[in-house]
Every structure is written in C-alpha cells, then in structure tokens.
C-alpha cells in the first residue's frame, strides 16, 4: 500500500517523464502483440491455404528411371495402369485411401455459354481427399455413379459462377461437355487453396473415371493421389508406394525419380518451421521495441533512485535490509511496465478486433487482416513484460540498496 | 556496552587522506548520559556514525556488547540500527511525503510489527513527546523542535538501548532546544544509553560525562557534577 501511494507521488513529481516511460512500454507490448498476432493470423490463413489442396495427402506423378535395372536401360519412362493400383491397398497397410486421377481439356456448355475448361476423372474418396466438399444441396461422385458410370459432374464453385451466373443454382441442372448432356451433382464449397497442380479446383469440373474412360480410353493414369493411415506412417506408405510399383514396373527400389511424390506431410513440416520462423522474427522485433520501452524505465529508476538518495538513506538509518529497499525499487518499476503493459494491450487487442472487422475480398489482403489474439500469445507478452519490468528495476534497485547512509544524509 | 578501542575512520580525498578520527578508544556502560563536544571538523559526526553502526571504522575495534562490528553482515547492521540504536539528527531527516505518525513508524515496518500494534505505538510515542495532536501532519506542516520530537519519537520506536543524537539542537531556537533535552534526560532517567553531539555549553552541564574532541583525538574524557 505504502509502494503504492508513494508511486503514484513519484507519478505526479516526474509525470513527463513517467508519461513518456509509460508510453514507451505501452507502444513495446503494443507491438509485440500486434506483430505476433498479425504473425499467427497469417500462419493459420497459410495453414489453411495449403489444406485448401487436402490434408495429409501425397500426391505421386510417373516419371523416368534413372538407374538400369533387370535387363532395362536408364530412361525408361514410367507408366501407371488403373488396374494395378489395388495393389496398393492389398500390400501396403499404411496406404490409407487412393484415388487415380486424369485430366483432359473440355469444352463445358451452359446454354449459349461455352467454356474450356479442365475435367478431371477421379474415384468418390478423391473429394475428402482433396478436399472438395459439397456446397450443401449437392454431393461429391459416389460409388454408384462409378459402377453405372453415369454421365454426372461435380463444379468448382468459381466455375458454376461463370456457367450459371454468380451463387445461382446448379445442381439437377444439364451442362454439355464436349456435346455430351451431364447433371450436376454438386457445387464445390468455397474454400482457399494456396497450391495445386492442375489448376485451382475452384475452376475444374470432376467426372467419375468410369465416366471419363469411356469418354477418352486413356490408357494410364496422370497421377495418384493417396493418403497414409497416420501422419506417422507417412514415409512407411510413401516407401510402400515405390516398393510396390517398383516390383510391378521393374525398377530400382531406391530409384526415386520414378516417380515425383509432393509429400504435402512433409511440406506442412517444413512450412510449419518456417512459419514458427517468421513468428519468432516478428516476436523478436516487437521484444526489441519493448526493450527500448525497459531501458528508459531503467533510466528512470536510475533518476528516481539518485532524486530520492536522501529518502534510501533515511531508510537504511533507521533499519531497512538492502533486501527491503531492492524489493520497493523492483516492484516500482513491475508497477510501471504493469501499467504501460495493460495499456498497450489493451490498445492492440482493440486493433485486432478492428482489424478484423474489417470486410476483406482480397486473396493477398485476407492473410494479413485476420490477426489472432491467443491465450498463449498472451501469457508470451505477459512474461516478456514480467522480464522487462524485473530486469529495469534490478539494476537501478541494486544501486539504491548500496547507498551509504552518511553519504546520504550529510546535505540537507 | 560500547567500546572502541584505538578507533580511526580515513576518508579519502581523491589521493589526499582525511583523518577523520584518529585513534579513539572510549567505554560507554549501559545507561550513562554522554554529551561530546568539540570544534567543528572534529570528528563528532563520524565518531557518532561508526557508533550508530551507519559507518564502519578504517581501523581499530567497535564493540557492541561484545560484539566486533567489523565482521557483521550488511542485515546483521540494519538490524542493530533497527533495535539497538535510535539516531537523531541535527536536520531531522524525516520522510517529507509521509505523516509524522507514518514517520514514526517506519523503523517498526522494518521489524515487522504489525500494522494495527505499530499504529498504536506510534500514537504512544508522539504522545510522549507531546505531539499526540499532530500524527496526520507532514513535517512541512510541523515546526523545527516538532519536527525534531517526531525524530526522537521515531528513535524511540523498537525500544533501543542506545539513543545517539548528532546536534539534536543545532536547527532549534533555544525554547524547543530545551524541550529537547529534557526528554533526553527523562530517556537517561529511564535507563537508556543516551550520547549526545552539541556546541552548546549548556547542554553538556545537562550530562554526567563530556567527551572532548580534537583534530579527530579523544583529547579529554571528564565526568560532570
Ligand atoms: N565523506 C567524507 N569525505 C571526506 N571527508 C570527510 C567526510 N566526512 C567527514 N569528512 C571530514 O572528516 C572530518 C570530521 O568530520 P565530522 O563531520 O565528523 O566533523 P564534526 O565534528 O561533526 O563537525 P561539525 O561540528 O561541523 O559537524 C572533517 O575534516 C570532514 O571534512
Ligand atoms: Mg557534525
């Protein structure tokens, strides 16, 4: 109580430069949770972004031997038939799901509107592969669609916006393709996708691959899409993946150019670690600002302790331990961060909130107005004040409790 | 019991040394009266702050109840000016932003009394030394001799043995001067060491032993009446 009243004297003797000190702490922890929140906010868009494609999911594209093996040459081109790829799931128990995927150009035709665009014949599991969830009203292909191979399609929304006209209805609805009548099944949920390898699924169309054999005969698949049974059995199903059609397509086990895997497990890895490095810089360059906020608070502990010499003599004249008076100039200065603290994090988290009530229809802009204030990033704020304020008041404390008495009370 | 034996205190000068007391030795039993004259730079002031355990001696033995000052620790000291010694000086040196009885007491928040029982002593306390109406004043608002008695009240808050007081009167007209010094003679009536620092002729004829320093020696030790 005492440390108190006597703070707010000190407050009301040395306000400008209380002011200024207090200001400085505020703009530091202002800034701190400004950058760290604008930081995680970006890093939950990016991490959604790249979700956007599917999670946990390795996506595998044929490609050439670069090792002779059993009798061939190097250079052999690599090609995937349908049929072998039940193998996949009978000799590779962490192969979770896998879909075969092909594309072809097509002409889409909505009445007198026509559109080239990219149809992609996939299996049923390929949507929660990939992501692609129906708007509600619609479905993905289905196992019946595949065994009739019915003539059904499934629309990027961005795609039905431009057939049917923006958020119009589409499912039930007829579109040609290439001269040949499809119904639409579903639209696909609006959704944010930072990578891709055939376009943004926004823009493409999915037809079973039942449907799309019979409308091209392609004879091997583009590429195949699987997901591991666990983000721990990752590299067990990507080894199982080459081990099989190693022993199908006779090449070199450890010949890894035969096919180009995106691992996107391993890539959410090693974003995440970037991502963890953009925070922690951002994190650093608001301590740094809050740091500058420390040392004038040291400063002014400096200019307190050495105003108030006379008062620490009085103190230890009459018996105060160099403890008491270390503990009176630490808290002071715990008391000045407090304050500067709550009030720059106050004032940030209010900007977060505005921040984010603003409306945003920009791609770009939406990944740096989405800040997000958590309880973690609270408690990291918290501490860094704590270790600002505790560091400012030690030193200048210290200096307080080594003031020779006489010293201090020989002039009036 | 206070002993110095062979007591000097140096203080440096850039590179040029001060002796400040030079060689002092002095007994001073439980419960006398001293008074300790001198002219100034003589070394009183020092003398009463290696007493008071505020300084340490440059050379020679402090003891305190027989026990060496030297070796203490910077808690073992604050706790002797704590307890042991009350010390009340020429310029009062009470806390301005703080009320006489808050003034009063601060030695006892140092012992860690507790808050309503420390209230209650201090209030005695200013009561004894005739400032029982006077506890929310701050010393601003406080005449000299006032001010002078909430120090003493202050020296007196943990019940000390020893009262040492450094020109007590010196920033007093002779009216309060004489209040002064009857309340140390009441504190040598009831039992307390009491050492007193003055110019004043008429005081030292108060005590029943002078000290008389010189150029930082003991030069005469002579016992009054
Ligand atoms: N901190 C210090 N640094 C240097 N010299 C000092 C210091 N304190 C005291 N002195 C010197 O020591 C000598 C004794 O000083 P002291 O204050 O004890 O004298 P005093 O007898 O109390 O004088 P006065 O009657 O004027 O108060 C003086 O010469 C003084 O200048
Ligand atoms: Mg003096």
Known sequence: MHLIIQFFRELSKEKMRMFLTVSAIAWGAANVVLLLSVGEGLGRQMRRGFHGMGENIMIAFPGQTTKPYAGFGAGRSIRVREDDLPLLERRVPEIAQYSAEWIRDVDLKVGEKIQREDALGVYPVYGELRNILPESGGRFIDKLDMDRRRRVIVLGNELRDDLFGAGAEAVGRTIMVNNIPFTVVGVMQKKMQTSCYSGHDKDDSFIPSTTFQTMFSPEYVRNVVFRPRSVAEAPAAKEGFYRVMASRYRFHPEDKETFWVWDTIEMGAIAGKVFIGIELFLGVIGALTLLVGGIGVANIMYVIVKERTREIGIKIAVGARPSVIIVQFVLESLLTVAIGGALGIGLALSLVKGINLIPISHEAMEFLTRPVFSSLLALVCISLLGVIGLLSGVFPARRASTVDPVEALRYE | ?225
């Open chain 2, 1 to 225: 019991m206070i002993e110095l034996e062979k007591v000097s205190k140096v203080y440096r000068m850039g590179t040029v040394p001060v002796v400040a007391l030079d060689g002092v030795s002095v007994e001073i039993a439980a419960g006398e009266f001293v008074s300790v004259l001198g002219p100034s730079g003589s070394g009183k002031s020092t003398l009463m702050h290696l007493i008071g355990c505020l300084d340490t001696p440059s050379g020679g033995t402090y003891r305190l109840d027989g026990r060496r000052v030297e070796g203490l620790k910077r808690n073992d000291l604050a706790e002797i000016r704590n307890r042991k010694i009350g010390f009340v000086f020429q310029n009062f040196n009470l806390l301005g932003y703080a009320t006489a009885l808050e003034n009063v007491e601060l030695p006892m928040v140092y012992k860690k009394m507790r808050g309503r029982e420390r209230k209650s002593k201090a209030l005695e306390l200013l009561g004894l030394v005739g400032l029982g109406d006077r506890a929310v004043h701050r010393p601003s608002e406080l005449s000299g001799g006032q001010r002078q008695r909430v120090a003493l009240a202050r020296a007196l808050a943990n019940d000390p043995e020893i009262i040492l007081a450094d020109e007590p009167t010196g920033n007093l007209d002779s009216q309060s001067g004489r209040e002064i010094v009857q309340l140390f003679r009441k504190l040598h009536q009831a039992g307390k060491t009491v050492i007193v620092v003055t110019h004043d002729k008429t005081i030292a004829a108060e005590t029943r032993r002078v000290l008389n320093l010189f150029d930082g020696k003991l030069v005469s030790d002579s016992p009054n009446h």
